[in-house]
């Protein structure tokens, strides 16, 4: 079976801009999570879809959003990008819930 | 009080030895536990996961979970220099079907040949 995919790998915007990341899952995991990675923050938890619902969110704030289409793929897009959006942005593909979940690759996002 | 809560190290082991990774969490309602591994400029790796209280063996990897102490660790044997990682541990703090993680900071594992 093809692993995560996340599309792009690296990206570079300036402040005020937007940017929409992309994960495909591994095929016939229905759950896709985000999740950033700082160095001061390590990794947390954004946000979870399945089945083209948002099931949980974290502590982020609105300008970080998701989607999920019906082929489980999902984006995730952040909005008036902020200096402290640089980050590694990872998703993770999973089954029903609780269980095992398989990282992509990352997207490294700076934000200049 | 952090969530999850790791020695962030580094712990650093020669080669062959016992590595140790200790592993606190907060929720007691937390339903699964799991440890990835973390190479630098890569991304989570799974290495074990564990659901019950006890010890579970994977190869050179046991992981041991006490709920009552809340309480997860990963043991290493044989550890070798491709051991070198940030090990994460993450707890699922819901068991209500749905996929949260929960992560520590991470411990950084040295093995020096």
């Known amino acids: 079976k093809a692993g995560v995919t996340q599309t792009p790998r690296y990206l570079i915007k300036t402040r005020g801009q937007q940017v929409t990341l992309s994960c495909s899952p591994i095929s016939g995991h229905r759950s896709v999570s985000w999740y950033q990675q700082t160095p001061g923050q390590g990794l947390q938890f954004l946000f979870e879809y399945f089945s083209e619902t948002q099931r949980n969110k974290g502590n982020f704030p609105g300008r970080f959003s998701g989607r999920q289409f019906s082929n489980s793929r999902s984006e995730m897009n952040v909005s008036t990008l902020e200096l402290g959006d640089s980050a590694l942005y990872l998703c993770?593909?999973?089954?029903?819930?609780?269980?095992?979940?398989?990282f992509g690759p990352g997207t490294r996002l700076l934000v200049l | 009080q952090k969530e999850v809560e790791q020695n962030s190290g580094p712990l650093s082991v020669p080669e062959g030895a016992i590595a140790s990774l200790n592993c606190t969490y907060s929720d007691r309602g937390s339903q699964s536990f799991f440890w990835y591994r973390q190479y630098s400029g890569k991304s989570p790796e799974l290495i074990m996961f564990?659901?019950?209280?006890g010890d579970k063996e994977d190869g050179r990897f046991t992981a041991q979970l006490n709920k009552a102490s809340q309480y997860v660790s990963l043991l290493i044997r044989d550890s070798q220099p491709s051991d070198s990682a940030t090990y994460l541990c993450a707890v699922n703090p819901g068991g209500g079907g749905y996929n949260k993680l929960i992560f520590g900071a991470g411990t950084r594992l040295a093995v020096h040949p």
């Open positions: 564990i659901y019950s209280n």
């Open positions: 993770a593909s999973g089954t029903s819930g609780g269980e095992t979940q398989y």
